[in-house]
């Protein structure tokens, strides 16, 4: 898991609360990404940031929001609009912004949400 | 539309036999390709990666795997599984667009399983 931390590692929410998925790495990457994954469908790009203070949506931003003050963190807020939001989400981090494309990523324990 | 498909939902073999997991792409332009193994409740770890030149990439662990560019295809190999070799095999792809829309963004495919029996 490298030198990516997520907490926590299960998460329990209510209906109608938002809840904050922590993303830390010390890695000094500048990109990081924040993963949706559900059984048999892979993984699915909610949000993702190339530097401090700028982030754009992915695949399935809608009921997600980020922020991205530090370099080297990079929390998830799932709101009350995200209408199915149990599932394991995955934060990564990957070096500078001129190897994008080919630098692997690193990816985090993961934290596991459950709407009750 | 841009894609990656692992055909197999679960692959099957004995312990010492050879080992392959299927991946084929559907991009423009040149790929990256990746491949990712997930033991259960935890995180990707990367294997191996394919970015240009030999079309046979040697990674973490004894994998390999083979870049087929009129096949569109990357399949993941090991000449001698393991027990331990069990668990779920990502392939993904990042497409070699050039320009202002470069986001690093993975393609994934939906995972393979792997079962390796003693």
């Known amino acids: 898991d490298g030198g990516i931390t997520q907490s926590p590692k299960y998460l329990f929410r209510k209906e109608g609360q938002n809840v904050t998925l922590s993303c830390e790495q010390n890695l000094n990457h500048d990109a990081m990404y924040w993963y949706r994954q559900d059984p048999g469908q892979g993984l699915r790009l909610i949000y993702y940031s190339q530097i401090v203070n700028d982030f754009q949506k992915g695949d399935i931003a809608e009921g997600y929001s980020v922020s991205r003050e530090k370099k080297e963190s990079f929390p998830l807020t799932v709101t009350s609009a995200q209408k199915n939001p149990t599932a394991f989400y995955l934060c990564?981090?990957?070096?500078?912004?001129?190897?994008?494309?080919?630098?692997?990523?690193?990816f985090g324990p993961g934290t596991r949400l459950t709407v009750l | 539309a841009q894609s990656v498909a692992q055909p197999e939902d679960q692959v099957n073999v004995a312990e010492g036999n050879p080992l392959t997991v299927k991946c084929t792409y559907s991009v423009s332009g040149n790929p990256y390709l990746f491949w990712y193994v997930q033991y259960p409740n935890r995180g990707l770890q990367f294997l191996l990666k394919?970015?240009?030149?030999?079309?046979l990439v040697k990674g973490s662990y004894g994998f390999e795997a083979e870049f087929n560019k009129s096949q569109t295809s990357f399949h993941l190999k090991k000449p001698s599984a393991l027990v331990s070799d069990s668990a779920l095999y990502f392939c993904?792809?990042?497409?070699?667009?050039?320009?202002?829309?470069?986001?690093?963004?993975?393609?994934f495919g939906q995972g393979t399983t792997l079962q390796v029996k003693p």
């Open positions: 394919y970015i240009t030149g030999d079309n």
């Open positions: 993904a792809v990042s497409p070699s667009v050039h320009g202002s829309g470069n986001t690093g963004k993975l393609i």
């Open positions: 990564a981090s990957s070096p500078g912004l001129a190897g994008v494309l080919y630098n692997e990523q690193f």
